[in-house]
């Protein structure tokens, strides 16, 4: 067998100073290559997700489905994008004097060192955009409350419309009435409605605060839970006794959407680690093949039968 690449002077457990088995341009060069598959991938993945979905109603694929094929993508996409990598570094390592299992290991590790860069450039692109995202998502955010003097981007402002909706039509629409203009300024609608819709405002931040704080806490006082009621039927017009049941409701769908995305996060923690684990077997192994293939001159393929490993033997 053809030995490539530079080699240390001895045996291979005993390297010469300054030398290092680890070849860093192969494992660059598999690791920008596999962030280069995932972002493909991962964009035609978005590409195909959004044509499976429609706002119109009994058409398109149902949100479980989306967000099943979603997850089994993201996983499938960085296991084939590392193994890619891997099968690159190992293959474009140069073989140094070692045979067997040293060699399938210093293979596997050149992919394992893949996975790695992958993993670091990915965190780096994620927090860079998830940054980039916070800082345009505030200013579009800033610019509409500018505009409409409120945000619809707080999932407990739901909560908050149904506790305060009118039971009437009429309700709804009526709307404070100014007093007729008098002498003084502070009397005229300018100053009024300004002053109402900033106490609105400022009712339901407190309300959200409070709805929060029973989530976090696990409770609702007793005097909170009144100065709710008193507040509901006064803004809603309802009997007591609605607006006590429209508080324990907006406090269970609180619970519920906490609940919710605490599933979700959880959910998406252990797929994402799932995921990292798989995609560093599947480069250990694909670096593992590339080694292979480079030591037996085999084309760049990946086969899983008895011919695997092909060498040219002379005719008799």
Known sequence: MTTVGPGPVGSSTTPTAGVSFVEWGAVLAGAFLAAAISF?????GAAIGLSAVSPWPNSGASAKVIASVAVFWAMAQQIGACMAGGYVAGRMRARWHETGHEADFRDGLHGGLVWAVGVVIGAALFLSAAGSVAKTGAEAVGGAAAVTGASTS??????????????????????????PPASSPAAGPAMIRPRSAATGDETRAEMSRILSSAVATGSLSGETRAYLVQIIAQRAGIPQQE??????????????????????????????????????GAAWWAAMRGGNHRDNSIPARFAFGDERRRTTTPAN
């Open 40 to 44: 493909v991938l991962l964009t035609f």
């Open 154 to 179: 707080d999932p407990m402002d739901a909560v908050l419309d149904a506790m305060l909706r009118p039971t009437t039509v009429a309700q709804a629409g009526t709307t404070p009435t100014a007093s």
């Open 243 to 280: 607006a006590e049941r429209r508080v324990d409701q907006a406090v269970n769908a609180a619970r519920e959407a906490a609940d919710k995305a605490r599933r979700a996060t959880i959910l998406t923690g252990f797929v994402t680690a799932a995921s990292l684990v798989l995609s560093l």
